[in-house]
């Protein structure tokens, strides 16, 4: 039997490892001849990792699915302590990011490697710390907790409903967000090329 919480968090997972990826590429591109299009999309792309998963998919993590973990699996504590710490670090961070980038805009290709290299590290922290949540907590929460552990976790995840992970309808306060996103973005979140 599946439990909807973990499908909730995997599918959120993928629609943020995608943006990440989608984010990567663009860096890795740059602005080419169409700065203003692409610090726009930049930016929104932030804006969207800093208000859905630090706002809703992390909380959740923290103070509802890692106490119940622990409780049951306590050598899962290791990876928990880790992956609190990456919560803890991960909202400044991403305000670090969209400083960074920022900075690029406004003051020139001085700051670009500043944002490169800080992009690079998100990244590269952020798709580990998914992937050790996905191979050391879920599997146990899986395979240790019980009924009412599950219906409160399914209860509060379901709540999330994070339209980029293409399950839910757009709510009409972040359409605008996500149409400048899937527009400009290339894939595997948006539809444009961006070149």
């Known amino acids: ?39 726009d999309v ?3 792309m932030l804006f969207y990792i800093d208000e859905f998963p630090e706002r809703l998919h992390h909380p959740k993590e923290s103070n509802l699915l890692f106490p119940k973990v622990v409780r049951v699996a306590p050598a899962t504590m290791d990876a928990v302590r880790r992956l609190e710490q990456d919560h803890i670090r991960s909202e400044g961070a991403v305000r670090e990011l969209q ?6 805009e406004l003051l020139g290709d001085s700051r670009r490697e500043q944002f490169e290299t800080a ?3 998100y990244t590269a922290s952020y798709l580990e710390h ?19 552990d599950w219906q409160e976790l399914d209860a509060a995840f379901a ?9 839910y309808p757009r709510d009409p306060l972040y ?12 894939e595997p979140i948006g539809l444009g090329s961006h070149r």
């Open 1 to 39: 039997m599946g439990h909807e919480s973990l499908r909730i968090i995997r599918d959120e997972h993928s629609a943020l490892a995608a943006m990440l990826r989608s984010l990567s590429m663009m860096v890795q591109q740059g602005p080419g001849d169409q700065p203003e299009q692409y610090f």
């Open 159 to 167: 709540t999330n409903c994070d339209p980029l992970t293409g399950k």
């Open 175 to 186: 359409d605008r967000l996500f149409t400048r996103i899937v527009m400009t973005a290339p």
């Open 42 to 44: 930049m930016r929104a």
């Open 130 to 148: 998914m992937r050790l949540e996905e191979t050391a907590i879920l599997p146990e929460a899986e395979k240790s907790l019980d009924a009412a």
């Open 99 to 104: 400083h960074h980038l920022l900075a690029w």
């Open 119 to 121: 992009s690079k590290s």
